[in-house]
């Protein structure tokens, strides 16, 4: 399976498991998910930026202009509390939902 | 210019709109290049670097759509934020500046509450009365009818005829309905009480498409004439109150006037009649008149028996109030033809029924208006002296602006700041005002307005229409005191705030307070005026000579024919109950009649005058009431010729009257009325003697012609009738007494009504009593309010030219000098404000005239205690802080500096 499609709600959750430790620009967040996840998980990569900027209307981002070690200008994303809290959360759901259905696909094999 | 955007994009946060568009860009470039970079580090070719870069992004021009949509919707979403935070920070500034001077804040909330509340009261009142239509099915689509009166009122009763003729003939009428009110008496078992019914024809309420709230309502099938007449449809009120909303009531029995009639149903809730003042308890048909009232069975036949209040009629199709107008006239002219005895000139008026004042409106319209035009003057006079508090403030508070200003806060914004903060200010006082109003409402419920309508019969409360009039007139009171000072204080200019000029600058400050000061003083002057206006209708009314002695006379209205006295013994009951409170102590005499004077509800009749020619159009109509012999002794009505009743005159010799002044000068202008002869029908009766002239149904003296029948004679006082006793002292106390006195006598006797004459006159005077109340307390406060204004400005005006004014006092100037140069500030706008105010009220004056007596709305000593008043207010507000100025000690003003 040379990749597979990312729903909005997974994206969404990526990015914020993205910025978890850092704060990082849209590249930088396209390439860790890209390299995290073992280039399984392809996304097309300008579908971050609606993401992003939904997230930030949303609260669960924070945004500024800032200096990349390089020394370019480029646009970080933070999370706020209130994004880290969003991401605990759906972290939580996701968990729950993946055991499920591995639950279903382990039982229906025996 | 990458240096500048580095600084820009530093403090920038993600809102500013008008580079979102660049800002997407830049940071889609960014990700390119950086995607680019790292195929090249991977060993790309450039080239192919770059298109490969832009494939694994996707489709660049609709994500940069999408991005850029959802960034609008943020923006949009924080600049609402911002205002709401922005106004958030003036209500705190504003709450933080009235904190700091809480007299200032007082004094505005309550002048607010006062003018805002009674301006609420008062258009409560306009929009029940005037405003509200009956609650009854398309009201747009009824009119009233009236036929006009020879007297010249357009609006006066009908005849039973004249109705069937207007229904009958008319064509843009698709119906209509005949309804008047009558007091009866009714008995559902225990006593019986007197209440008000209404007869109407059975298509009332068909007509006007009303359902029955329970059992059924009248029908156009009742008017059938072998279908049973004596049928009624309780009120829905009373229904409630004297049977607990008791279904079993409908189908039984209720005694109206000691005949049976059957409860057919409850009339809807929302429905208490279409005249104001007058909700029935029930109604009943109007040819079960006969049932009530036998000896006037001809009532539905004579077309000169006027005796239908109200007509109303549901326009046809496609017809209009005016086409039906038209119509109407037409079929007056040929009414005219047909019955020119009967109806001479008459005529009829249709009126669209657009409230629930019926008949003759002007008074209580123009009563209303009044009372509106009164407190939006005080209202106006209030905002005034508050834009005068405010500009005051402003000044005083010019260097707090300034500084201001100068950490570069936008006028704008300080405009706005000032404005919050006269909303504020205005809120509070609409708060307190809608308390205040609710209150006021309940207070004067039982207060009457012209025609004898209650307060609280009209249904008058703080709906949610009065409530809006309440906002709108609080922002609009907001924007009246606050929009000038928030001007003039926006335009402060900066230098002269920092450097704390004193003597200079703010003239167009001054220039307003001027302006307003003179403003103020007219408004003042034009409510005192009315206030003196009412105040002397008072006095004249109070003064005026009713002919007879008003003082120590009780009033009892009781009816033998109900209550289940035998019909023979009636005729001896008011005999009886005469010599038995004749006998009780403190009482003088005792008489009985079936018209009383001030008191309305005479009895009507025509007359023919043995010796006189009638002109062609003159109606010999006079009032006449059926009295026993001491009558006029015991209201002590004196007889100017010939001679009083004797105890002979009810007997079986000739009958004999007594006529009134009025009657005896126009019908026997230059002949002795005594011993001359009036016929009334068969009747023929012997003058006997004249009686002084007095005031019917109103207070007003020598309108009506009257006539004086001695009980016996062939009519007796057998209706309703008034005990009149005259007592020694205060007949209030004496009520209990004759009360007790009739029970005794007859224990089912119906008593409608006890009270004194006094009281009668009282409650005729109170439309005039509450207008003169209302003007004096708004007047005085209008006073009060441009006393403050011009002392605030004196004060304010000596504060500012303090060190000045102390140079000249050292340098020898005299007082006279200091007191003349302070005092110019304001004596110039008082004259001015008096001359305006003075020819304002002259000009309104006109308005006021038909609620006047005794004397005319240009009453010259009017004006001229108003004036005086005003003056004399105004130059000691003046001269107060003028003269501390004068007597300013120079050394300490100096040092103070």
Same mark, same amino acid.
């Given at each position: 399976?040379?990749?597979?499609?990312?729903?909005?709600?997974?994206?969404?959750?990526?990015?914020?498991?993205?910025?978890?430790?850092?704060?990082?620009?849209?590249?930088?967040?396209?390439?860790?998910?890209?390299?995290?996840?073992?280039?399984?998980?392809?996304?097309?990569?300008?579908?971050?930026?609606?993401?992003?900027?939904?997230?930030?209307?949303?609260?669960?981002?924070?945004?500024?202009?800032?200096?990349?070690?390089?020394?370019?200008?480029?646009?970080?994303?933070?999370?706020?509390?209130?994004?880290?809290?969003?991401?605990?959360?759906?972290?939580?759901?996701?968990?729950?939902?993946?055991?499920?259905?591995?639950?279903?696909?382990?039982?229906?094999?025996? | 210019?990458?240096?500048?955007?580095?600084?820009?994009?530093?403090?920038?946060?993600?809102?500013?709109?008008?580079?979102?568009?660049?800002?997407? #860009?830049?940071?889609?470039?960014?990700?390119?290049?950086?995607?680019?970079?790292?195929?090249?580090?991977?060993?790309?070719?450039?080239?192919?670097? *770059?298109?490969?870069?832009?494939?694994?992004?996707?489709?660049?021009?609709?994500?940069?759509?999408?991005?850029?949509?959802?960034?609008?919707?943020?923006?949009?979403?924080?600049?609402?934020?911002?205002? @709401?935070?922005?106004?958030?920070?003036?209500?705190?500034?504003?709450?933080?500046?009235?904190?700091?001077?809480?007299?200032?804040?007082? !004094?505005?909330?309550?002048?607010?509450?006062?003018?805002?509340?009674?301006? %609420?009261?008062?258009?409560?009142?306009?929009?029940?009365?005037?405003?509200?239509?009956?609650?009854?099915?398309?009201?747009?689509?009824?009119?009233?009818?009236?036929?006009?009166?020879?007297?010249?009122?357009?609006?006066?009763?009908?005849?039973?005829?004249?109705?069937?003729?207007?229904?009958?003939?008319?064509? =843009?009428?698709?119906?209509?309905?005949?309804?008047?009110?009558?007091?009866?008496?009714?008995?559902?078992?225990? #006593?019986?009480?007197?209440?008000?019914?209404?007869?109407?024809?059975?298509?009332?309420?068909?007509?006007?498409?009303? #359902? /029955?709230?329970?059992?059924?309502?009248?029908?156009?099938?009742?008017?059938?004439?072998?279908?049973?007449?004596?049928?009624?449809?309780?009120?829905?009120?009373?229904?409630?109150?004297?049977?607990?909303?008791?279904?079993?009531?409908?189908?039984?029995?209720? =005694?109206?006037?000691?005949?049976?009639?059957?409860?057919?149903?409850?009339?809807?809730?929302?429905?208490?009649?279409?005249?104001?003042?007058?909700?029935?308890?029930?109604?009943?048909? +109007?040819?079960? +008149?006969?049932?009530?009232?036998?000896?006037?069975?001809?009532?539905?036949?004579?077309?000169?028996?006027?005796?239908?209040?109200?007509?109303?009629?549901?326009?046809?199709?496609?017809?209009?109030?005016?086409?039906?107008?038209?119509?109407?006239?037409?079929?007056?002219?040929?009414?005219?033809?047909?019955?020119?005895?009967?109806?001479?000139?008459?005529?009829?008026?249709?009126?669209?029924?657009?409230?629930?004042?019926?008949?003759?409106?002007?008074?209580?319209?123009?009563?209303?208006?009044?009372?509106?035009?009164?407190?939006?003057?005080?209202?106006?006079?209030?905002?005034?002296?508050?834009?005068?508090?405010?500009?005051?403030?402003?000044?005083?508070?010019?260097?707090?602006?300034?500084?201001?200003?100068?950490?570069?806060?936008?006028?704008?914004?300080?405009?706005?700041?000032?404005?919050?903060?006269?909303?504020?200010?205005?809120?509070?006082?609409?708060?307190?005002?809608?308390?205040?109003?609710?209150?006021?409402? *309940?207070?004067?419920?039982?207060?009457?307005?012209?025609?004898?309508?209650?307060?609280?019969?009209?249904?008058?409360?703080?709906? @949610?229409?009065?409530?809006?009039?309440?906002?709108? $007139?609080?922002?609009?009171?907001?924007?009246?005191?606050?929009?000038?000072?928030? +001007?003039?204080? &926006?335009?402060?200019?900066?230098?002269?705030?920092?450097?704390?000029?004193?003597?200079? &600058?703010?003239?167009?400050?001054?220039?307003?307070?001027?302006?307003?000061?003179?403003?103020?003083?007219?408004?003042?002057?034009?409510?005192?005026?009315?206030?003196?206006?009412?105040?002397?209708?008072?006095?004249?009314?109070?003064?005026?000579?009713?002919?007879?002695?008003?003082?120590?006379?009780?009033?009892?209205?009781?009816?033998?024919?109900?209550?289940?006295?035998?019909?023979? @013994?009636?005729?001896?009951?008011?005999?009886?109950?005469?010599?038995?409170?004749?006998?009780?102590?403190? !009482?003088?005499?005792?008489?009985?009649?079936?018209?009383?004077?001030?008191? /309305?509800?005479?009895?009507?009749?025509?007359?023919?005058?043995?010796?006189?020619?009638?002109?062609?159009?003159?109606?010999?109509?006079? #009032?006449?009431?059926?009295?026993?012999?001491?009558?006029?002794?015991?209201?002590?009505?004196?007889?100017?010729?010939?001679?009083?009743?004797?105890?002979?005159?009810?007997?079986?010799?000739?009958?004999?009257?007594?006529?009134?002044?009025?009657?005896?000068?126009?019908?026997?202008?230059?002949?002795?009325? !005594?011993?001359?002869?009036?016929?009334?029908?068969?009747?023929?009766?012997?003058?006997?003697?004249?009686?002084?002239?007095?005031?019917?149904?109103?207070?007003?003296?020598?309108?009506?012609?009257?006539?004086?029948?001695?009980?016996?004679?062939?009519?007796?006082?057998?209706?309703?009738? %008034? !005990?009149?006793?005259?007592?020694?002292?205060?007949? $209030?106390?004496?009520?209990?007494?004759?009360?007790?006195?009739?029970?005794?006598?007859? /224990?089912?006797?119906?008593?409608?009504?006890?009270?004194?004459?006094? @009281?009668?006159?009282?409650?005729?005077?109170?439309?005039?009593?509450?207008?003169?109340?209302?003007?004096?307390?708004?007047?005085?406060?209008?006073?009060?309010?441009?006393?403050?204004?011009?002392?605030?400005?004196?004060?304010?005006?000596?504060?500012?030219?303090? *060190?000045?004014?102390?140079? =000249?006092?050292?340098?020898?100037? $005299?007082? $006279?000098?200091?007191?003349?140069?302070?005092?110019?500030?304001?004596?110039?706008?008082?004259?001015?404000?008096?001359?305006?105010?003075?020819?304002?009220?002259?000009?309104?004056?006109?308005?006021?005239?038909?609620?006047?007596?005794?004397?005319?709305?240009?009453?010259?000593?009017?004006?001229?205690?108003?004036?005086?008043?005003?003056?004399?207010?105004?130059?000691?507000?003046?001269?107060?802080?003028? =003269? *501390?100025?004068?007597?300013?000690?120079?050394?300490?003003?100096?040092?103070?500096?």
């Amino acid at each position: 399976m040379a990749g597979s499609d990312v729903y909005t709600g997974t994206l969404e959750l990526l990015v914020l498991r993205a910025l978890r430790e850092e704060p990082l620009h849209g590249y930088g967040i396209g390439r860790w998910i890209r390299e995290t996840s073992g280039d399984v998980l392809q996304i097309e990569e300008g579908a971050l930026y609606p993401a992003l900027h939904r997230l930030e209307k949303k609260g669960h981002l924070s945004a500024r202009w800032g200096q990349t070690e390089l020394g370019r200008q480029a646009k970080f994303y933070r999370l706020t509390t209130r994004g880290r809290r969003v991401l605990k959360q759906e972290e939580g759901r996701w968990r729950e939902h993946a055991a499920a259905v591995t639950a279903i696909l382990d039982g229906g094999a025996q | 210019m990458k240096k500048q955007n580095r600084f820009r994009r530093g403090f920038r946060i993600t809102d500013h709109s008008g580079d979102r568009a660049r800002d997407v #860009e830049d940071e889609i470039a960014f990700h390119h290049a950086m995607r680019e970079r790292e195929l090249i580090d991977s060993g790309m070719d450039p080239a192919e670097a *770059r298109r490969k870069a832009r494939e694994v992004f996707g489709d660049e021009a609709r994500i940069r759509a999408e991005v850029e949509r959802i960034d609008a919707r943020a923006s949009l979403r924080q600049r609402v934020t911002q205002h @709401a935070s922005a106004l958030a920070q003036d209500i705190r500034l504003g709450l933080r500046g009235l904190r700091r001077s809480p007299l200032f804040a007082a !004094v505005a909330v309550a002048t607010l509450a006062l003018g805002i509340g009674g301006n %609420t009261v008062v258009f409560s009142l306009v929009e029940a009365i005037v405003m509200r239509a009956p609650a009854v099915e398309s009201p747009d689509r009824l009119a009233s009818i009236w036929t006009t009166c020879r007297r010249g009122d357009p609006r006066c009763s009908s005849s039973h005829p004249d109705y069937e003729d207007y229904r009958d003939r008319s064509t =843009r009428f698709s119906d209509m309905a005949a309804y008047t009110g009558r007091r009866v008496t009714a008995d559902a078992g225990g #006593e019986p009480e007197v209440v008000g019914a209404e007869l109407v024809t059975a298509n009332y309420f068909s007509l006007l498409g009303l #359902e /029955p709230a329970a059992g059924r309502v009248l029908q156009p099938q009742d008017d059938v004439p072998d279908s049973d007449p004596a049928v009624l449809v309780l009120s829905n009120a009373w229904w409630k109150t004297r049977f607990g909303g008791d279904r079993t009531v409908i189908g039984s029995t209720l =005694r109206v006037n000691g005949i049976p009639y059957t409860v057919l149903g409850v009339a809807p809730a929302e429905f208490d009649g279409l005249v104001l003042g007058q909700a029935p308890e029930f109604w009943m048909l +109007l040819r079960s +008149l006969r049932l009530l009232d036998e000896d006037r069975g001809e009532m539905l036949q004579s077309r000169s028996s006027r005796w239908i209040q109200g007509l109303v009629g549901r326009l046809a199709a496609g017809a209009t109030v005016e086409g039906a107008r038209a119509e109407m006239l037409r079929i007056s002219d040929q009414l005219a033809v047909e019955d020119p005895d009967s109806r001479g000139t008459r005529s009829i008026t249709v009126d669209a029924l657009s409230s629930r004042v019926g008949g003759s409106e002007a008074s209580i319209f123009s009563f209303l208006a009044m009372l509106q035009g009164v407190l939006a003057l005080t209202l106006l006079l209030a905002c005034s002296n508050l834009a005068n508090l405010m500009l005051a403030r402003a000044t005083t508070r010019r260097s707090e602006l300034g500084v201001r200003l100068a950490l570069g806060i936008g006028r704008a914004r300080l405009v706005r700041q000032q404005l919050v903060e006269s909303l504020i200010i205005a809120s509070a006082g609409g708060v307190v005002a809608t308390v205040l109003a609710l209150a006021l409402l *309940r207070l004067i419920g039982g207060v009457a307005l012209p025609r004898g309508i209650e307060i609280s019969a009209t249904g008058a409360g703080l709906n @949610a229409g009065v409530l809006l009039f309440a906002a709108l $007139t609080t922002v609009g009171a907001a924007v009246l005191f606050g929009w000038l000072p928030a +001007l003039i204080a &926006g335009r402060t200019p900066l230098g002269l705030v920092l450097r704390q000029q004193r003597t200079g &600058g703010g003239s167009a400050a001054a220039r307003v307070r001027s302006a307003l000061i003179g403003l103020q003083v007219s408004l003042a002057v034009v409510l005192l005026v009315g206030a003196s206006l009412f105040i002397g209708t008072m006095r004249n009314r109070l003064d005026v000579d009713l002919g007879f002695d008003a003082h120590n006379v009780a009033l009892v209205v009781v009816d033998p024919t109900l209550g289940g006295i035998d019909p023979e @013994a009636a005729a001896t009951v008011g005999p009886r109950i005469l010599e038995r409170i004749s006998g009780l102590p403190g !009482v003088r005499s005792a008489a009985l009649g079936r018209s009383i004077p001030v008191r /309305p509800g005479g009895n009507g009749t025509f007359v023919e005058v043995d010796g006189y020619q009638a002109a062609p159009d003159e109606e010999m109509r006079i #009032e006449y009431s059926v009295v026993t012999g001491d009558y006029l002794k015991t209201l002590a009505l004196p007889v100017i010729s010939g001679r009083d009743f004797e105890p002979a005159d009810g007997g079986a010799g000739e009958p004999v009257v007594i006529i009134d002044e009025t009657m005896a000068t126009r019908w026997w202008p230059d002949r002795d009325p !005594v011993g001359g002869t009036v016929h009334v029908g068969e009747s023929s009766f012997r003058v006997a003697g004249v009686a002084r002239r007095t005031a019917w149904g109103g207070l007003d003296v020598g309108t009506t012609p009257f006539m004086f029948i001695a009980a016996g004679q062939g009519r007796s006082p057998d209706g309703p009738y %008034t !005990v009149i006793v005259r007592t020694d002292s205060n007949p $209030t106390r004496m009520l209990p007494a004759i009360r007790q006195a009739i029970r005794e006598t007859y /224990p089912g006797l119906a008593i409608r009504q006890m009270g004194t004459m006094q @009281a009668e006159i009282d409650s005729l005077l109170a439309p005039q009593r509450t207008a003169a109340w209302l003007l004096s307390a708004f007047g005085l406060l209008a006073v009060t309010l441009a006393g403050i204004g011009i002392w605030g400005v004196v004060s304010y005006s000596v504060a500012r030219q303090r *060190r000045d004014l102390s140079i =000249r006092i050292a340098l020898g100037a $005299t007082r $006279t000098g200091v007191v003349r140069r302070v005092a110019r500030t304001t004596l110039s706008p008082i004259a001015v404000g008096l001359v305006f105010g003075l020819t304002g009220a002259r000009f309104l004056s006109s308005s006021v005239d038909s609620f006047l007596f005794g004397l005319t709305g240009t009453h010259p000593l009017s004006y001229f205690a108003a004036g005086i008043l005003l003056a004399v207010v105004a130059v000691t507000a003046t001269w107060l802080p003028a =003269r *501390r100025a004068a007597t300013t000690n120079p050394v300490e003003a100096m040092r103070a500096d």
